[in-house]
C-alpha cells in the first residue's frame, strides 16, 4: 500500500454563542470525526469554545495575493460606504 | 523573473517587514526567508515534542495527585505547542511527515536542554522554574515576529506557558521550605540546571552567525548576550528568595552596570551536546522514533478506514 | 460502620480512574501522533479529575487523611480496581481496546449515580463524570472501528487485543462488599443488573468493527478484593516512588 499521511485540516472555533467562528489552527486528522475530536482536544482544552468547524485544508479556495491590487484596491475609494462620508450637524446624535 | 526584478521584490518585501506588516504564507518571500523560517519553527516545533520527554519522564511518579495533574497537563500543552508550531510550518509548504524526518535522521535540530536527564522529582520544578523561564524569554518577542502564521502560534503559545513557569517555581518553593532533604533535592537540580538554561539562549553574539538577518525579521529582537543577561537578572533573585545557592561562584551585583556579572560558561560542554554527545541526546531520538515507527500501523489503519468510509458513502450515494 | 463502608466504596469508585489513568499517563509523548498524544492525556486527566473526588471524599470519611494519603499509600491488596485497568500498555490496540471496554462500563455507571444515588455528594462527582465518559466512549468506540476495519494488521492487533481483555470484562459485574452494601443504600446500582446490556453494546460494536466476539468462557476476578496481577506491583512501584521513598514529606 502506498503511504498516505494524514491529510490537515483547518479548525474554525466559535468562542461563545453570539460570536463567529474563527479561525484557530490546523491538525492532521484521517477523517472528519477525528477532526473534530482533535480539535475538541487541542483547541478547546481550556474551554475555549462552544461550537467547532473543521474542513480539510485542500477545500479551500484562497485568494492570490498576487491579485491584491485588482481584488481589493477598487473598495479602497468608495469612502460613501462609510458613515463618516456623511456631514451632519452635532445637534444630531446618534445617527 | 529577472534578477532586477526579483531584487526590487526583495526591496519590497524587507520594506514591509520595516514597516512591521506581516507576511502571510502565500505572499511573495525570498527563498532564504522561507528556509530560515522552516528551520526556526521546526527547532521550535522539536523542542517541543522532545521536550515532553524528560518532564513525561515522572508523571507516573508524581509526588501527589494535584502534582500529578499539573505535569500532566503541561507535558499535554507541550504536545499541543508542538502542533500549533508544526502547523505554521506547512504553512511553508513543508509536511509535518518531512519535519519528523529531518528530526529523526538528525538534520534538524532541538533545543539541546532536552538533552539532560531528568533524575529526581526536583529536576521537574527546575525545568519548570529554569528551562520555561529561559524559553518565555525567547518567545515574548516572537509574537510579534514578521511571519503570521508563527506569530499567531507564539500568542498561544505563550498565554497558555504562562502556568508552566509558576508550576515549576512552585515546586522549587515547596522543595525548598521542606525537610533538610527536600531542599538538598532542590538545590542538587539547580547546581544541575544553571549552566544548561544559561546556554539555552545560543552562543554568545561575537560566535553567532544568525543574529543579524534574524533582527531584520524579526526572529530576534535582542541579541543572545542581551537576552541570557536579562535571564540572569531575573533569575537571580528568585533564587534568592527560595534560599538556594547558584551554583556560580563568580556571580556579583555590578552595580555600575545595574546587572549581575557571571562566571566563563562551559561552551565544550554546549557544542558537545549539540553534536550529538550529551547525556541523553540517544535516548531522546530514539524515543520519537521508536514512538513514530511504532505507530504507523495506527496511522495506516486510520487512513485505510477513512478510505473505506468514503467509498461506501459513495456508493450510497449512487444507489 | 456506615463510614467504612462508604469509604469502601469511593475506593473502588476512585481505583478505576487512578490506575487506569496511571496507564495513559505511561503514554505521553510516545503514541502514534501528536493528536493522539493529546486526546489521550485528556482523558487521562479527566480520570485523576474523578479520582481526586472520590478521594478528597473519601479521606473526609477517615478522620487525618488526604487525598495522597488515600492514593499512594496503601498496600497492593488494598486496591480494589478492576484487573481489567492495571492491564499494560502493549500496543494502542490494548490501550483503546482497554478504554473501551471500561468506558462503556464507567458510563453506565455514572449515568445511574447522576442520576440515582441516595449520596448527594457522589451524585454531583458524577454529574460531571458522566459527560466525561460520554466522550470517552466515544473516542474509543471510534478507534475501534478505524483498528477493526482499518488495515489488515491493525485488525489482527486489534483481535488480540480483545481476546486477551476479554476475560476481565466481567468482574466489573461481580458486586463487591463495598458495592453490594452500595446498591442495598441506594447509593451504588446494582451492578448485575448493567451485565445484559454491557454485552449487548458492547458485541454489536465489535461486529461493527468486524472482530468476533470471544468465545473464551473463563473470565478472570480478584481485582475488587486486592488480588492483582503481576504487572500492578511496578505499576504501584512507579506511583508510590516518592512517597514511600521520603515519607510524610509535603510536596
Given at each position: 500500500?502506498?503511504?498516505?499521511?494524514?491529510?490537515?485540516?483547518?479548525?474554525?472555533?466559535?468562542?461563545?454563542?453570539?460570536?463567529?467562528?474563527?479561525?484557530?489552527?490546523?491538525?492532521?486528522?484521517?477523517?472528519?470525526?477525528?477532526?473534530?475530536?482533535n480539535a475538541r482536544d487541542v483547541y478547546t482544552r481550556r474551554n475555549e469554545g462552544v461550537s467547532i468547524w473543521v474542513v480539510e485544508s485542500k477545500h479551500i479556495t484562497a485568494s492570490n495575493p498576487e491579485n491584491h491590487g485588482e481584488l481589493f484596491e477598487p473598495a479602497q475609494d468608495k469612502v460613501y460606504r462609510h458613515p463618516t462620508f456623511y456631514d451632519l450637524p452635532d445637534e444630531v446624535k446618534h445617527m | 523573473m529577472s534578477e532586477k526584478e526579483i531584487k526590487n521584490l526583495e526591496e519590497i518585501f524587507e520594506q514591509r517587514i520595516a514597516n512591521d506588516e506581516k507576511i502571510e504564507p502565500k505572499d511573495?518571500?525570498?527563498?532564504?526567508?522561507?528556509?530560515?523560517?522552516?528551520?526556526?519553527?521546526?527547532?521550535?516545533?522539536?523542542?517541543?515534542?522532545?521536550?515532553?520527554?524528560?518532564?513525561?519522564?515522572?508523571?507516573?511518579?508524581?509526588?501527589?495527585?494535584?502534582?500529578?495533574?499539573?505535569?500532566?497537563?503541561?507535558?499535554?500543552?507541550?504536545?499541543?505547542?508542538?502542533l500549533y508550531l508544526y502547523s505554521a510550518c506547512e504553512t511553508l509548504g513543508i509536511s509535518r511527515e518531512e519535519l519528523y524526518e529531518q528530526l529523526h535522521t538528525g538534520k534538524a535540530k532541538y533545543s539541546s536542554i532536552f538533552n539532560y536527564p531528568t533524575v529526581t522529582w526536583a529536576d521537574i520544578g527546575a525545568i519548570g522554574w529554569l528551562v520555561d523561564g529561559a524559553a518565555i524569554i525567547n518567545q515574548v518577542p516572537l509574537c510579534n515576529t514578521s511571519f503570521g502564521?508563527?506569530?499567531?502560534?507564539?500568542?498561544?503559545?505563550?498565554?497558555?506557558?504562562?502556568?508552566?513557569?509558576?508550576?515549576?517555581?512552585?515546586?522549587?518553593?515547596?522543595?525548598?521550605?521542606?525537610?533538610?532533604?527536600?531542599?538538598?533535592?532542590?538545590?542538587?537540580?539547580?547546581?544541575?540546571?544553571?549552566?544548561?538554561?544559561?546556554?539555552?539562549?545560543?552562543?554568545?553574539?561575537?560566535?553567532?552567525?544568525?543574529?543579524?538577518?534574524?533582527?531584520?525579521?524579526?526572529?530576534?529582537?535582542?541579541?543572545?548576550?542581551?537576552?541570557?543577561?536579562?535571564?540572569?537578572?531575573q533569575t537571580v533573585p528568585q533564587a534568592d528568595l527560595l534560599g538556594l545557592t547558584v551554583p556560580d561562584p563568580d556571580l556579583k551585583w555590578n552595580e555600575d552596570r545595574g546587572s549581575y556579572d557571571f562566571g566563563a560558561i562551559d561552551w565544550d560542554?554546549?557544542?558537545?551536546?549539540?553534536?550529538?554527545?550529551?547525556?541523553?541526546?540517544?535516548?531522546?531520538?530514539?524515543?520519537?522514533?521508536?514512538?513514530?515507527?511504532?505507530?504507523?500501523?495506527?496511522?495506516?489503519?486510520?487512513?485505510?478506514?477513512?478510505?473505506?468510509?468514503?467509498?461506501?458513502?459513495?456508493?450510497?450515494?449512487a444507489s | 460502620m456506615e463510614h467504612q463502608s462508604l469509604y469502601q466504596y469511593l475506593l473502588s469508585l476512585g481505583d478505576n480512574a487512578l490506575i487506569l489513568g496511571q496507564r495513559l499517563g505511561e503514554l505521553c509523548g510516545h503514541g502514534p501522533s501528536l493528536e493522539t498524544d493529546i486526546a489521550?492525556?485528556?482523558?487521562?486527566?479527566?480520570?485523576?479529575?474523578?479520582?481526586?473526588?472520590?478521594?478528597?471524599?473519601?479521606?473526609?470519611?477517615?478522620?487525618?487523611?488526604?487525598?495522597?494519603?488515600?492514593?499512594?499509600?496503601?498496600?497492593?491488596?488494598?486496591?480494589?480496581?478492576?484487573?481489567?485497568?492495571?492491564?499494560?500498555?502493549?500496543?494502542?490496540a490494548f490501550v483503546i481496546t482497554r478504554q473501551y471496554f471500561f468506558d462503556v462500563y464507567q458510563l453506565m455507571l455514572m449515568e445511574w449515580l447522576s442520576a440515582?444515588?441516595?449520596?448527594?455528594?457522589?451524585?454531583?462527582?458524577?454529574?460531571?463524570?458522566?459527560?466525561?465518559?460520554?466522550?470517552?466512549?466515544?473516542?474509543s468506540s471510534d478507534w475501534m472501528l478505524r483498528l477493526g476495519d482499518g488495515t489488515e494488521e491493525s485488525h489482527q492487533r486489534l483481535l488480540d487485543a480483545v481476546e486477551a481483555l476479554w476475560p476481565y470484562t466481567q468482574e466489573f459485574f461481580v458486586p463487591s462488599e463495598a458495592e453490594a452494601w452500595a446498591a442495598s443504600a441506594g447509593i451504588g446500582p446494582d451492578l448485575t443488573s448493567f451485565k445484559a446490556a454491557y454485552y449487548n453494546d458492547v458485541e454489536a460494536l465489535l461486529e461493527q468493527a468486524t472482530v468476533p466476539v470471544p468465545e473464551n468462557p473463563y473470565f478472570q476476578k480478584g481485582g475488587k478484593q486486592g488480588r492483582h496481577t503481576e504487572h500492578m506491583g511496578y505499576l504501584l512501584a512507579d506511583?508510590?516512588?516518592?512517597?514511600?521513598?521520603?515519607?510524610?514529606?509535603?510536596?
Open positions: 500500500m502506498e503511504k498516505k499521511n494524514w491529510p490537515l485540516w483547518e479548525v474554525f472555533v466559535r468562542s461563545k454563542n453570539g460570536l463567529e467562528h474563527r479561525h484557530f489552527g490546523s491538525l492532521h486528522a484521517a477523517d472528519a470525526t477525528m477532526a473534530l475530536e | 511573495w518571500m525570498p527563498e532564504k526567508y522561507r528556509k530560515t523560517h522552516i528551520r526556526q519553527i521546526s527547532q521550535h516545533a522539536h523542542s517541543e515534542i522532545v521536550g515532553m520527554l524528560p518532564e513525561g519522564n515522572w508523571i507516573t511518579r508524581a509526588p501527589s495527585l494535584r502534582r500529578k495533574a499539573a505535569l500532566l497537563a503541561k507535558v499535554q500543552d507541550e504536545a499541543g505547542h508542538g502564521p508563527y506569530a499567531r502560534a507564539m500568542v498561544r503559545v505563550c498565554k497558555e506557558e504562562s502556568f508552566h513557569q509558576r508550576q515549576g517555581y512552585e515546586i522549587m518553593l515547596t522543595l525548598s521550605k521542606g525537610t533538610p532533604e527536600q531542599k538538598a533535592l532542590a538545590q542538587d537540580a539547580l547546581n544541575r540546571w544553571w549552566w544548561p538554561s544559561l546556554m539555552m539562549f545560543g552562543p554568545t553574539d561575537a560566535e553567532s552567525v544568525h543574529t543579524e538577518q534574524s533582527m531584520k525579521w524579526k526572529l530576534k529582537r535582542k541579541t543572545n548576550d542581551e537576552l541570557r543577561q536579562q535571564f540572569i537578572d560542554e554546549f557544542w558537545q551536546v549539540v553534536k550529538g554527545h550529551g547525556p541523553c541526546n540517544k535516548e531522546r531520538m530514539n524515543a520519537r522514533v521508536s514512538a513514530w515507527e511504532n505507530g504507523a500501523w495506527v496511522r495506516d489503519a486510520a487512513v485505510a478506514y477513512a478510505d473505506k468510509q468514503a467509498k461506501a458513502k459513495e456508493v450510497a450515494q | 489521550c492525556t485528556n482523558i487521562a486527566l479527566d480520570l485523576l479529575g474523578q479520582t481526586r473526588s472520590c478521594f478528597q471524599y473519601a479521606s473526609k470519611q477517615l478522620d487525618g487523611k488526604t487525598e495522597d494519603d488515600v492514593a499512594f499509600l496503601r498496600k497492593e491488596n488494598e486496591y480494589t480496581n478492576v484487573l481489567l485497568v492495571e492491564q499494560p500498555n502493549n500496543d494502542f440515582n444515588s441516595a449520596d448527594e455528594t457522589i451524585k454531583a462527582i458524577a454529574n460531571k463524570a458522566v459527560k466525561e465518559a460520554r466522550y470517552h466512549r466515544r473516542f506511583l508510590q516512588y516518592m512517597q514511600r521513598t521520603y515519607p510524610n514529606m509535603t510536596w
